[in-house]
């Protein structure tokens, strides 16, 4: 059972993400501090860490820094009022995973969880052999390398990393948003439209027919998600 910690001081809130998370077979704690959370974090084990961004005695954004520096890899999702886009590339910068702004659906933090779940496991398993293979293709993380039939396929960079990242979330539904924002960052250029092109590209050299693809699925009016 994946452990959640909450650090958020609005206690409805604090009772809405619990009742959910825990109806959904999570195991959940709280802290409603900055400063307690970071306690909390540092020293126990949780598969996900969801922070609110400002909070007493210590900020979001502080406790972000100071895990990381403390060597606590937890993934981490930010949550906050703010819009500023300033505040979002800080977080990011000092090593938070993912970043919601309130009011936000519960089924998409839900999936923003299971996003950072999977994307743990895909890690572990991949980091052990370091290959992945679907259909005729192979995957080899530690070379960078992809190979179908046999044959190397020469892939960019930007395409090498949205393959990657959507293996790693295989089954996961992946908006155009989140793509663009794990792979080319949260504050780059490009628009939506540079991962449906990329998205485009892949399926040309990946799949055997472009046109209806087994593995890169779209699903309309949500994204894509990769089916191995």
Same mark, same amino acid.
């Given at each position: 059972?994946?452990?959640? +910690? ?27 501090? $900055? ?21 007493? *005695?210590?900020? $979001? ?13 937890? =993934?981490?999702?930010? +949550? ?13 910068? +000092? ?6 702004? *309130? =009011? ?50 020469? +892939? ?6 949205l393959l990657k990242f959507m293996v790693e979330n295989e089954g996961v539904i ?28 892949l399926r040309q050299k990946l799949e055997a027919d472009s046109g209806y693809p ?8 949500? $994204? ?5």
């Amino acid at each position: 059972m994946a452990r959640i +910690l909450l650090i958020e001081d609005e206690p409805g809130l604090v009772m809405t993400l619990q009742d959910r998370l825990v109806d959904e077979n999570y195991e959940v704690e709280s802290a409603n501090d $900055g400063e307690e959370g970071f306690q909390k974090a540092k020293s126990d084990d949780f598969d996900v860490i969801v922070l609110d961004l400002m909070l007493p *005695k210590k900020s $979001g954004l502080d406790v972000c820094r100071d895990l990381r520096q403390a060597g606590v890899e937890t =993934p981490i999702i930010m +949550l906050t009022a703010k819009g500023q886009v300033v505040d979002k590339v800080l977080g990011l910068k +000092l090593g938070a995973n993912d970043y919601m702004q *309130k =009011p936000f659906e519960m089924m998409e933090l839900l999936a923003r969880i299971e996003v950072q779940l999977r994307k743990k496991t895909s890690e572990k398993k991949s980091s052990a052999s370091g290959i992945v293979a679907f259909g005729d293709t192979e995957i080899n993380f530690q070379s960078i390398e992809v190979k179908k039939e046999g044959e190397t396929i020469s +892939l960019s960079s930007k395409e090498f990393q949205l393959l990657k990242f959507m293996v790693e979330n295989e089954g996961v539904i992946l908006s155009r948003d989140q793509l663009l924002n794990e792979v080319w960052g949260y504050d780059a250029v490009p628009s939506t439209r540079t991962v449906d092109v990329h998205i485009a590209w892949l399926r040309q050299k990946l799949e055997a027919d472009s046109g209806y693809p087994k593995y890169i699925l779209t699903v309309h009016g949500f $994204g894509y998600k990769f089916v191995g």
